[in-house]
């Protein structure tokens, strides 16, 4: 039983899912588990993938299904393909370096251990608040996986050099790429979470990068000692080979979503600049 209870749970939005909750549905209703009225709920969602069939069920007066925990694979398959349409709705430049390089995730067989990060754990709600305001559907597939994501540091950069707020004050979540969940040759996806109020110095990398901020507003700059423009959440950023780049975050702690669409075993470097002490000190939105 518990296979087609599984799968009767299978993330809303991941392609088919419609049919193969329909197909389970069917399971269960041989084995008197639904009634027909909540067989005919399934039957009439398994052609959209979209479709809520919990939210059917209660428009139409009947019990809820029992919910089992999902699997840590099919959350992250969900978060994949939620953050794949939200990226492809994207215009920017780069953006077809982007596409093609989703286009090339492909699931892993067994999904990489979780690991946890004391920055996640602070900041990962606060921003998820803000990112619900933005895009809601996508807010709540990054909380739902990224408790089976593995956050970590970027730990390429000299200490003293980066900064100890930046240092201590930010993680990542590859979400494809390397050993990510999704393997994707030379192509990473993943979140970004940096605390409020933290200068991510400038700095630039090999690897052309896109930000997708879903959070703001946000300082940035595209050259060293230049003054900072301030860009709303979901305004995306894309950052040509060895564009120079810093971020001020804001009050709000920043979350991004990321590529590197190229060279992405290249190290990042900081850029000098002369005015880092009065940016770590201004404050933003
Ligand atoms: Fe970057």
């Known amino acids: 039983m518990d296979d087609p209870f599984r799968l009767l749970h299978m993330p809303l939005g991941v392609p088919g899912s419609g049919r193969v909750r329909y197909g389970a549905a069917m399971q269960l209703y041989q084995l008197g588990v639904l009634s027909e009225a909540q067989l005919d709920v399934y039957r009439d969602a398994s052609p959209h993938d979209r479709r809520d069939p919990a939210a059917m069920l209660a428009d139409r007066r009947l019990q809820p299904v029992p919910v ?53 754990e602070r900041w990962l709600g606060p921003a998820l608040e803000q990112a619900a305001l933005l895009q809601p559907c996508l807010a709540a597939a990054i909380a739902a996986a990224a408790p089976h994501l593995a956050w970590i540091s970027y730990d390429a950069y000299p200490r003293k050099a980066i900064g100890d707020s930046f240092a ?58 230049r003054p900072l423009i301030v860009k709303p959440a ?25 590529a590197w669409t190229q060279d992405v075993t290249a190290i990042a470097e900081v850029i000098p600049a002369g005015d880092w002490p009065a940016l770590e000190a201004a404050v933003i939105g």
């Open 68 to 120: 089992l925990p999902q699997a840590p694979a099919d959350l992250l398959r969900a978060l994949f393909v939620t953050a794949q349409d939200y990226l492809s709705g994207l215009v920017h430049p780069g953006q077809e370096e982007v596409r093609d390089g989703l286009r090339r995730c492909s699931p892993r067989e067994r999904v990489p251990e979780a690991r946890p990060h004391p920055v996640a």
């Open 168 to 225: 201590e004050g930010h993680a990542f979540a590859p979400i494809a790429g390397g050993e990510a969940p999704f393997a994707a040759g030379n192509f990473e996806l993943g979140l970004f979470l940096i605390a409020p109020g933290v200068l991510y110095r400038d700095h630039r990398h090999l690897a052309p990068e896109l930000y997708a901020p879903l959070t703001g507003p946000h300082g940035w700059r595209f050259a060293p000692d």
């Open 234 to 258: 979901g305004e995306p950023v894309w950052n040509p080979s060895l564009q120079p780049h810093l971020t001020k975050v804001g009050r709000h702690p920043f979350l991004c979503l990321f």
